[in-house]
């Protein structure tokens, strides 16, 4: 079983739609979860960091269930400009730093 | 700020053959990685460095050697190129917080 687990897509939906991501992790220690964008041949970005108590930035909401290990972001009133690949991250502690796992992606297609 | 910057950006090699792969950062971070990235797969640890002067094996560290030359600086070397070391390679950068900061990668394509 994959540590972080996503559904790879691609989410095909029309601009102005409300879309939403959803992602498992395996391991019951992790402590900080993150949703990272990359957009097609570039490097991975952050885009936000997820709380037990849900955080909401702009058009996206992330929420974290600890119980379930499950991670969600919600994009609402999609943009063309947010095509792109949604990567769910954990943390991974060991040695000296924090490592982090990453999912495999959900790529979203946002149509004109 | 450049952030973190890798050397080549791209790379062509014929199996066998050995190379280095370059990445600085400018924020003065303490820990330093390489991952490698392949379709399917998602993003996968090599080696990271937890400060200046160490460094320690991830995930994928088979194939690989790396140097943290100080503080800037993190190497990887590839000694013998293999056709399934084939992939996207970035470098990234931390301070005391788990977020990581990327560079744009180095394709590399082994024949």
């Known amino acids: 079983r994959k540590e972080v687990e996503q559904d790879p897509g691609p989410f095909n939906v029309p601009e102005g739609a409300t879309v939403a991501f959803n992602c498992t992790y395996s391991n019951s220690a992790s402590q900080s979860f993150f949703w990272y964008r990359q957009d097609c041949r570039k490097e991975p970005k952050l885009l936000m960091s997820v709380y037990s108590s849900g955080n909401e930035d702009g058009r996206f909401t992330a929420q974290l269930n600890r119980a379930s290990q499950y991670i969600s972001l919600l994009i609402r009133d999609s943009k063309l400009s947010d095509s792109a690949t949604y990567l769910c991250v954990v943390t991974a502690y060991g040695g000296a730093t924090n490592k982090l796992i990453f999912g495999t992606g959900t790529l979203l297609a946002v149509q004109p | 700020n450049a952030g973190v910057t890798q050397t080549p950006k791209f790379q062509v090699l014929k199996t066998g053959q050995s190379m280095t792969l370059q990445c600085a950062q400018d924020m003065n971070h303490n820990s330093m990685y390489w991952y490698r990235q392949d379709p399917g797969m998602g993003l996968r640890l090599i080696y990271y460095s937890a400060s200046e002067g160490t460094t320690d094996k991830g995930e994928v560290p088979n194939g690989y050697n790396v140097s943290r030359l100080n503080k800037r600086e993190f190497s990887l070397r590839l000694e013998s190129a293999a056709p399934s070391q084939t992939s996207v390679y970035f470098c990234?950068?931390?301070?005391?917080?788990?977020?990581?900061?990327f560079g744009p990668g180095t394709r590399l394509t082994v024949l």
């Open positions: 990234a950068s931390s301070e005391v917080g788990p977020e990581q900061f």
